[in-house]
């Protein structure tokens, strides 16, 4: 059964600095592959996708992820942090479009230090 | 063009009773999907409707039950509640189903049960 890893529980950086936040997948096949951020009191935004075709993937609000087949990853990055990013990231795996068997990761949360 | 939103924000019940929560979904969308999100964890699906109908369920009991109407609306019903029902409930509503297509989320209801 498809399974989704974040290995960190809560990460801190510095605004300005970079961001890299992971994610391990468990699937047989090439999964579909997305990256939310939720907000307190708000509901989950989808950042970015990966569907098939460039391994890498730009998402809104900065965003990039990277598709690793061989490391069964996908994680997040972004080259400058802002005060703003402070959320709880989750990934997620899909093994269709049809949204009936997305399983997301337990989350990672991200605290910006001014 | 609006968004999803749900009704209510947060809701107080007792084990035992019966609750509701409703969920509108973006103009044009005929999808919808729901989820749970217990504290400090990622989402589980519940189950997801298309055009009326339950299209996909996860691994939730019968008393989670729902309904979508004509003009896409949703419910998510819950009977005999029980502790571990607290949670956040997300839905999310969809156009109809390609390869990319995306969710929208809602902000979510806060079910907290005595």
């Known amino acids: 059964a498809q399974s989704v890893t974040q290995p960190d529980i809560h990460i801190t950086v510095s605004e300005g600095a970079s961001l890299e936040l992971r994610c391990n997948y468990s699937?047989?096949?090439?999964?579909?592959l997305f990256w939310y951020v939720q907000s307190p009191g708000q509901g989950l935004q989808l950042l970015l996708k990966?569907?098939?075709?460039?391994?890498l993937v730009q998402g809104i609000k900065g965003f990039e992820a990277e598709f690793k087949r061989s490391q069964s990853s996908f994680n997040l990055r972004k080259p400058s942090v802002h005060w703003s990013d402070a959320a709880e990231y989750f990934c997620?795996?899909?093994?269709?479009?049809?949204?009936?068997?997305?399983?997301f990761g337990p989350g990672t949360s991200l605290s910006v230090i001014p | 063009e609006t968004g999803v939103t749900q009704s209510p924000t947060h809701l107080i019940k007792t084990r035992g009773q019966q609750v509701t929560l409703r969920c509108s979904s973006q103009?044009?969308?005929?999808?919808v999907s729901w989820y749970q999100q217990a504290l400090g964890q990622g989402p589980q699906f519940i189950f997801q409707?298309?055009?009326?109908?339950?299209?996909g369920r996860g691994n939730f009991p019968p008393r989670f039950s729902g309904l979508q109407f004509p003009n896409y609306s949703s419910e998510l019903n819950v009977n005999a509640l029980e502790l571990d029902d607290s949670a956040l409930y997300l839905c999310?509503?969809?156009?109809?189903?390609?390869?990319?297509?995306?969710?929208?989320f809602g902000p979510g209801t806060r079910l907290t049960v005595l």
């Open positions: 999310a509503s969809s156009s109809p189903r390609t390869e990319g297509d995306t969710q929208y």
């Open positions: 699937y047989g096949a090439t999964p579909y």
């Open positions: 990966y569907f098939s075709g460039d391994t």
């Open positions: 997620a795996v899909g093994v269709d479009p049809s949204y009936d068997k997305v399983i």
């Open positions: 103009s044009g969308h005929n999808t």
């Open positions: 409707y298309y055009r009326e109908e339950e299209n």
